[in-house]
């Protein structure tokens, strides 16, 4: 059912309200392990520029004490954890972590290439837990390959996603693909491979500028691509498809709740926290890595006390940082965007749809 404008508009001035008492009381429910840097692909768009394992990577012993102090400080009823890397399933210690966070009763999910899940590691992952997973498919056989740097990936990672499928057990397993200038003419044809899956859902996002994609502007989305894109995902959404564009940007009211099940609010250090492979404390794992955004490290700090200490150049709007945002009539929704995509250098949005999509 499509809301009219002024029905959304009162729920997204309800959620602006909401999002500054989160400024103030923040709750954290997604909690992310990045438990590797290593990555057997080597995706143009990584926004972590994943390749190998670094030299100060947590260990198992690091990883299972952070689960023990979190699950004392933190009501685990409420929190999930997202567990990424670089490839996850290449830390060599993963179902011994995994296990011991299934344990001591922790929810958890997993964003995956898939290129390593065989039947018998979908049945592993079964075993020690795992509830939901995200898969990277990112075009077809020959795109998909090129875009990810590795030949074959894409026979494994759908091998991966069946093997998953097979095991049954899942409470989701979703297939995720990132949208450029390059493979968006592939939509349609991306669309009949997915609707002959059993996938739960498919998540269609846009390629991002950070990380490598940056040597990249060729491949960024022109406002048409992204009329185009959005346009794909309602009317497949308005057919009845499991179709979502991910949680990356303000849309407008027009196009709020058309693309997705809520609005838009970037969760970073609000609902989100993450703990990187060398133990640093930050928020969303998209967000450039630069010394003001880390707010610590586990090896020496707790993270309740930096959850509840720190954090603070997450919980204001990026509008009040840059004059234009500030005089948008838009602000009040937006808040200055993501803060994954915001340029810290020169305090703007990188992407920002009024002009586009309203």
Not at 92 to 111: K, L, N, P, S, V
Not at 173 to 190: E, K, P, R, S
Not at 245 to 273: F, I, K, M
């Amino acid at each position: 059912m499509i809301l009219p404008a002024q029905v959304k508009t009162g729920h997204l001035g309800e959620l602006a309200d909401y999002t500054r008492k989160l400024y103030r009381e923040p709750e954290l429910r997604r909690l992310f392990f990045e438990l590797t840097l290593q990555c057997n692909e080597h995706c143009f768009h990584c926004g972590s520029t994943c390749t190998s394992a670094r030299g100060d990577e947590l260990s198992c012993d690091d990883w299972k004490r952070i689960i023990d102090q979190v699950k004392a400080d933190f009501d685990i009823s409420r929190m999930q954890l997202c567990i990424t890397g670089g490839e996850p399933l290449l830390n060599r210690d993963f179902f011994e972590i995994m296990g011991y966070a299934h344990e001591q009763g922790f929810r958890w999910g997993m964003t995956s290439n898939a290129t390593l899940i065989t039947p018998q590691v979908a049945r592993r992952l079964a075993d020690v837990g795992m509830g939901t997973i995200s898969v990277s498919i990112d075009g077809l056989r020959e795109t998909h390959d090129e875009l990810r740097g590795f030949r074959g990936g894409y026979d494994r990672a759908m091998a991966g996603v069946q093997n998953l499928l097979d095991v049954g057990t899942f409470h989701a397993v979703q297939v995720t693909t990132v949208v450029n200038h390059g493979n968006i003419d592939q939509l349609d044809a991306l669309f009949e491979i997915m609707d002959g899956l059993d996938i739960d859902s498919w998540r269609v996002i846009n390629l991002e500028p950070i990380g490598r994609a940056l040597e990249r502007p060729d491949l960024m989305l022109t406002p048409d691509d992204y009329r185009r894109l959005f346009t794909f995902i309602r009317q497949k959404r308005d057919e009845g498809y499991p179709l979502c564009y991910g949680c990356s940007h303000y849309l407008g009211v027009d196009w709020e709740l058309e693309l997705r099940d809520w609005y838009w609010l970037c969760n970073a250090g609000v609902y989100t926290a993450s703990i990187m492979s060398n133990g640093d404390i930050g928020a969303c794992l998209d967000i450039e890595r630069r010394p003001e955004l880390i707010q610590g490290n586990i090896k020496r700090d707790r993270l309740r006390e930096v959850w509840d200490k720190r954090f603070e150049v997450f919980r204001h709007d990026l509008s009040e940082l840059n004059e234009d945002c500030r005089a948008c009539e838009h602000a009040r929704f937006c808040r200055g965007d993501a803060h994954h995509s915001w340029d810290y250098d020169n305090n703007r949005p990188m992407v920002c749809f009024k002009g586009t999509l309203f």
